[in-house]
């Protein structure tokens, strides 16, 4: 079956993180597959696996898997239930400090900082990393995610990774709604990673985290970061593509990308999952289905790049081609 003879509409929600990847793959896959719809409004990584589990959705996308708990409360075999990397991208510190165009943060001062142990902008540690700025003495304010999001489970696994501080707070673990409060700080929140942008862009002070495309979407400046080598980088293509080399996925292909080793690694990066079912039991929405994810992780990997996301590594491409062979529908095999 050709893509040009596909007809679905499909229903997706999910991550805030991948969307404006996915919204390139549905113009692009749209071009090969024009009685494909795609509907995805988003809602977070939680509402996508929320909904996904509860059948409101024929695909999600999550930037954390589905857990072991959260397939026993919804009744689901583990076996049913596939989940597929779909690019590599970005989560970066943006930041609305008047006068600083550049700044740069090492792990001690990010950790620092979350902790509520660095509460001013021209705190002596934050100078010692940025010893050519002039940084006012403006109090460090915090926009966070009010959803269940996959950007910010992201983000709290680097925070718990690099301060000893910040992971006591949290008891060792990510989440994808912290309680900031039990490491020190008080915080803003908002929906989306449009809305921590538009946080950020507002008040002159601000601290957020988002998805590299967001930042520059909304024009907002963005941290270098010292990474696991100690150096400081910026999160180019290259640099997000770098925390891929040395990631081995399990079986189940979650991979770990945050403070990956190597010289010219973004040390935030993240996959995200397309989350599937194994067996579509409308064949005409199964096929179109495995379709628009083969796309996604092939051509629609360079395609991403204009959204500056980075192609999944071709040692990672292989292996989803594997599990998208293993999908059935209609209770025959999409890829024969």
Do not use: C
Request: glycine share 10%; proline share 6%.
């Amino acid at each position: 079956m050709t893509a040009a003879s596909l007809n679905a509409n499909l229903n997706g929600s999910g991550s805030t993180l991948v969307n404006p990847a996915l919204k390139v793959w549905q113009t692009e896959f749209g071009k090969l597959a024009p009685n494909v719809k795609v509907n995805y409004p988003a809602g977070g990584s939680g509402q996508g696996r929320s909904d996904f589990l509860t059948g409101k959705t024929d695909f999600g996308v999550s930037d954390v898997q589905i857990t072991s708990a959260e397939l026993q409360q919804n009744n689901k075999d583990p076996k049913s239930v596939i989940m597929i990397p779909a690019t590599l991208a970005a989560v970066v510190l943006t930041y609305n400090v008047p006068g600083v165009s550049d700044l740069q943060l090492s792990p001690e001062v990010i950790g620092g900082i979350y902790t509520g142990k660095i509460t001013k902008w021209d705190d002596a540690k934050i100078k010692a990393d940025n010893p050519n700025a002039t940084l006012p003495s403006l109090d460090i304010k915090f926009a966070v995610r009010s959803d269940s999001s996959g950007t910010s489970d992201v983000f709290t696994s680097y925070l718990v990774a690099i301060s000893p501080d910040f992971s006591a707070a949290m008891g060792g673990k990510s989440s994808g709604q912290p309680k900031w409060e039990n490491a020190g700080i008080n915080v803003t929140t908002a929906s989306g990673n449009d809305g921590v942008a538009g946080l950020v862009k507002q008040t002159p002070g601000t601290l957020g985290y988002n998805e590299v495309a967001y930042a520059l979407q909304n024009n907002l400046t963005y941290a270098s970061i010292k990474n696991a080598a100690g150096k400081f980088v910026k999160p180019t293509l290259d640099n997000i593509s770098a925390a891929a080399g040395s990631a081995k996925p399990d079986d189940n292909l979650k991979v770990v990308l945050v403070n990956q080793p190597g010289d010219n690694t973004w040390p935030i990066s993240t996959t995200t999952y397309f989350l599937l079912n194994k067996d579509y039991s409308d064949a005409a929405k199964g096929q179109a289905i495995v379709a628009l994810v083969w796309f996604a992780t092939h051509q629609g990997g360079t395609d991403a790049k204009s959204a500056n996301y980075a192609p999944l590594p071709s040692s990672l491409v292989s292996l989803v081609e594997a599990k998208l062979k293993t999908i059935t529908a209609g209770g025959q095999p999409v890829i024969k």
